[in-house]
Every structure is written in C-alpha cells, then in structure tokens.
C-alpha cells in the first residue's frame, strides 16, 4: 500500500478524505490493525500549545514623513526593545525581549514580566501599541524621533518567524537542592517538591514523525490560528539525540523553524507568558498533519504516552551541565498521571504546556481539512536525520589573545 500526496489532496478536494487526529488513530490502530488502518486514513493532525522561546516577529511599519532610518536606531514597543540591524523601517521583536528600565527585569523571585510575547499577542488582538524611536538621522532619512501609534492592520508586513518550534521530547524539571529556584521550566520547589514538564506528548508533532519522513520544509501548518510553513529544521536540532521504540526519542532532539503571516493569526494561539522570576516568552499553537503515505508512516503515529519516556533532570545542579546526569526517566502517562516516583518520593507534576489546547489545535486542522480548506504540501527539502550526524554541541570557549 503507497499513497501519494497529491492522491490525498484529490481526495480532500472531493471531500472524501479521512482524517483522524492523533489521538484518535491510536485506538483505531489497536481496532482495526496498523495496515488496515493505513489503507483507510488519509492524514493524522496532530497539536502543541507551549512556550516557545525561540519565537519572534518582523515588521515593515511604513516610511514616516519625513523619513526616518529604524536601521542602526533605538526602537521600541510598548517600552519592549526591538532589533534594527536591517532596513530602514524592517525592525525584529523576539519573544523574550524586556524593557530596558522596567525594574522587574532584575528577576526578583515572585515578580512577572512584560515583554516581547506580550507586545506581539496584543498586535495580534488588533490593540494600538506605541512606537518609540531616535536615529541619528541622515540626508535621505533626515528625522531622528519618532512617537506613534502603529496598529497591525496599518502597517505593512507583519511575519512571524520562530527559530525554535516544536520540540521533539524534553525534559522534566526537578530541584534536589533545599532552595526554591526560578528557571524557565517554572517556579521548581526544593527537595523534589514538584516536577514540571512541557510536551503534547501523543499529539505532538515530531513525535508522529520521529524520523522527519514526511514533515519538511515547505510542509503547510496551522500556526498560531492561521497558516504557516516550515521554513528550516529549527535551533538546536538534535536528530542523533537517543532515541526508543519506534524511533520515539528519548531526550530532546527534532526542532522546526516555522513561519507565517502574523494578520491571519489569532490572539487565543498566541500567548504572551510570563515565568515568574525568570522572563517572558510567548505560547505557541501549532499543528502539524501527517499524510499516511505507507503502513510505516501510520505505524508512527500510533505512539501513545506510555512510549514515550523523558529524561528527569535537576535544574539546581546538572541542569547547567550540558550532559547532566539524569534522575531517571519517566513516561508522558505517568507525568499526565499527577505524579512521578524520584528517589523513592512520589513528586506532584504539572506541564507548561497545555494538552486540551493541543487537542483543539489537531481537531480544527482535521476541520480545515475535511472541509477542504487545507491542502497538504510536498515538502522541497528534507528536514537533517539521523544519518546527518547533526548533534547540537556546546559554545567551544577559547581565550582572545589581545
């Protein structure tokens, strides 16, 4: 049995196909059989809702009269500093950019964070923000400060381009040591008092295609209640990281960078969160569908929570290691379960990522597609696999000899 992309987008235009989430394949597996089921489902969606630092926004606000050049300038967004390394009016807002003065940004324990994943979720809601900028001014762009209003259906792109999407598997975060510390993964409480955790689990993207056989660049996506692509394999892609039954990996490893225009989106999919005591980032919806091309590719995606084993890692100590010794590992359906057993203590759990939410994302895509809204593509480049050899490796420090 082999099927082709463009089988199934005739299928979809005709509104014949099948499609299931990937939640629903598994028990339909198990019902019908792998290859049966295979012949049968067209495409599996899948869903994430989770923090996602590695996300950021382009904008060309338009030229001001008279012109300013934003290039090499000071600009800012709701007091949220922007890059201006480009053009003259194309400017950069990442996720976790701070207020340069806010006197929260020195991290005090308890405290919250304004920043760039809050200034681009309010873009999105269609709110004024308040641009702020100085240059220093030339004869072709003669102004040096600007204060405005801008609004995101005035200016004229708004892209949103995230280095870092998706990841495939991470760890769950514990402290051993006798203080609370602030991370990334959440307020973590001393001697084991909670472990957290940040994954869709069986709905998560790269965990129905472990291998990359049919996610690409190019592939169509629901991203932040729109459409987006995958542009490139995304930061810190790691295929030759350890890996399990049926390939699922069994430490971090696949990640995608994605994007996609920022005024198809909706604010409910992109959410600006705060960590307390640690910084800001931005909450992601994206959901990837899988095309069942062959009984190996549903054979995929039937992995459920109880195949997919993550590593506990003590963020007070090995954390900062880039090889930490790991506590154990441990099952998304035990994490799901409301606690997990470390050294003998049973230890609360709760996910920064919401799995409700992910379940949403796979069942609006699976809608989009039935009604055929939503065509797949064939991806032009493959993602890096693991016969790349790609390993993500730590900063190499040498000395700079004056």
Not at 6 to 35: D, L
Not at 272 to 285: E, F, K, N, R
């Amino acid at each position: 049995m082999a099927k082709t992309i463009a089988e199934i987008n005739e299928k979809i235009r005709k509104g014949k196909a099948v499609v299931v989430t990937a939640e629903e394949v598994i028990n339909i597996a198990k019902e019908k059989g792998v290859s049966r089921a295979a012949e049968e489902i067209d495409v599996v969606t899948t869903g994430t809702f989770s923090p996602m630092c590695g996300s950021g926004a382009f904008f060309n606000v338009g030229h001001s009269r008279p012109r300013i050049k934003l290039g090499g300038g000071k600009v800012y967004l709701n007091d949220v500093p922007v890059y201006t390394g480009t053009a003259a009016v194309d400017i950069f807002l990442g996720a976790t950019a701070l207020p340069d003065d806010d006197p929260r940004n020195k991290f005090y324990p308890g405290e919250f964070n304004y920043g760039g994943g809050h200034v681009i979720e309010e873009l999105v809601a269609g709110k004024d923000i308040i641009l702020t900028a100085t240059a220093f001014g030339t004869d072709c762009y003669p102004r040096k400060k600007l204060e405005t209003l801008i609004n995101i259906k005035d200016i004229n792109e708004a892209i949103l381009f995230n280095l870092r999407n998706a990841y495939q598997n991470y760890n769950v975060a514990v402290n051993i040591s006798n203080k609370v510390i602030y991370t990334y993964m959440g307020v973590l409480k001393p001697n084991l008092g909670n472990a957290d955790y940040s994954t869709a689990g069986q709905l998560s993207p790269l965990l129905n295609d472990p291998y990359y056989k049919t996610i690409g660049v190019g592939t169509k996506i629901f991203l932040g209640g729109g459409i987006g692509y995958v542009a490139w394999h995304g930061t810190q892609h790691n295929p030759t990281a350890l890996r399990g039954d049926n390939g699922v990996p069994r430490r971090g490893a696949g990640t995608l960078a994605v994007i996609g225009d920022l005024k198809q989106m909706k604010p409910e999919w992109l959410v600006g969160t705060s960590m307390l005591g640690y910084g800001c980032t931005l909450t992601v919806g994206i959901g990837v569908p899988i095309p069942i091309l062959s009984e190996e590719i549903l054979r995929y995606t039937t992995v459920s929570d109880a195949g997919i084993l993550a590593p506990v890692v003590d963020y007070s100590e090995a954390y900062p290691q880039m090889k930490p010794d790991i506590l154990g590992e441990v099952s998304c359906a035990e994490l799901k379960s409301g606690f997990i057993k470390i050294q003998g203590k049973d230890v609360p759990t709760a996910s920064l990522s919401s799995y409700p939410k992910a379940m949403e994302i796979a069942s609006i895509l699976k809608k989009w597609i039935e009604k055929g809204e939503f065509l797949l593509t064939e991806p032009v480049a493959p993602l890096p696999g693991v016969e790349s050899g790609i390993t993500f490796k730590p900063l190499k420090e040498r000395p700079i000899v004056e």
